[in-house]
């Protein structure tokens, strides 16, 4: 019953190589996202993708990608890895609702992915 | 766009003591503001949010608070108990689809 569910949880490659992360929520959520948490812990948003609308972290090199084969779904590939791309990589979901003068669209995160660039 | 600034970066106190952590935040659209604790190896989970309508929220032993006019919220954690140690994430947000902005994070130990 895991909501939002990453695979690899570690994935360990070689400089200059392509990889994908996948993410899937069985939430039924309509907004997903992509952070990157460094080695200092620090937490950056990389993408948010809901169905009609990407929203793409100006400073995140365009070698990364996210692809949505459907709303459940949003996989992170990479392009060329580089050693500064070593990272946990966590997706996240959400999804807007409001009644009755109450509203949420918390966001919650899958269980990361480890990624160690050789 | 958004910068929020989090102190202390580490705070230490006594179990069954009070903890607070600071936050900032430099867009005046934005108006959620969540909190998010992470154990080491695991995910960040929310464990208590505010939005900009509201000045305070409370659940058990946490409690937010907001001042819009100078653009900053708290986490206040009554009581503490070892349970708590965890870095602790603040962030905000202007809405629809966009993704949070953290602040860098407060490692939070609870001496015993």
């Known amino acids: 019953d895991t909501a939002v569910s990453q695979t690899p949880k570690y994935l360990v490659t070689q400089m200059g190589n392509d990889k994908s992360i996948k993410c899937e929520q069985n939430l039924g959520h309509d907004t997903m996202y992509w952070y990157k948490q460094d080695s200092k812990k620090f937490l950056k948003i990389m993408f948010s993708y809901n169905n009609k609308e990407l929203i793409i972290n100006e400073t995140v090199p365009n070698r990364f990608s996210p692809k949505s084969p459907d709303k459940a779904h949003l996989n992170l590939h990479i392009n060329s890895l580089e050693l500064g791309d070593s990272a946990v990589y966590f997706c996240?979901?959400?999804?807007?609702?409001?009644?009755?003068?109450?509203?949420?669209?918390?966001?919650?995160f899958g269980p990361g992915t480890r990624l160690t660039v050789l | 766009g958004e910068n929020v600034e989090q102190h202390p970066s580490t705070l230490s106190v006594q179990e069954g003591d009070s903890a607070v952590i600071k936050c900032t935040y430099s867009d005046s659209a934005s108006n959620y503001f969540p909190w998010y604790k992470q154990e080491l190896g695991k995910r960040p989970q929310l464990i208590i949010d505010?939005?900009?309508?509201?000045g305070e929220k409370k659940d058990q032993r946490i409690a937010v608070t907001l001042n819009k006019t100078a653009k900053h919220f708290s986490l206040h954690i009554t009581e503490t108990q070892p349970e708590d140690s965890a870095v602790y994430f603040c962030?905000?947000?202007?809405?629809?689809?966009?993704?949070?902005?953290f602040g860098k994070g407060t490692h939070l130990i609870i001496q015993p």
């Open positions: 505010i939005r900009s309508n509201v």
């Open positions: 962030a905000a947000r202007e809405g629809g689809a966009d993704g949070l902005t």
């Open positions: 996240a979901s959400s999804q807007f609702w409001a009644s009755g003068g109450a509203m949420t669209d918390t966001q919650y």
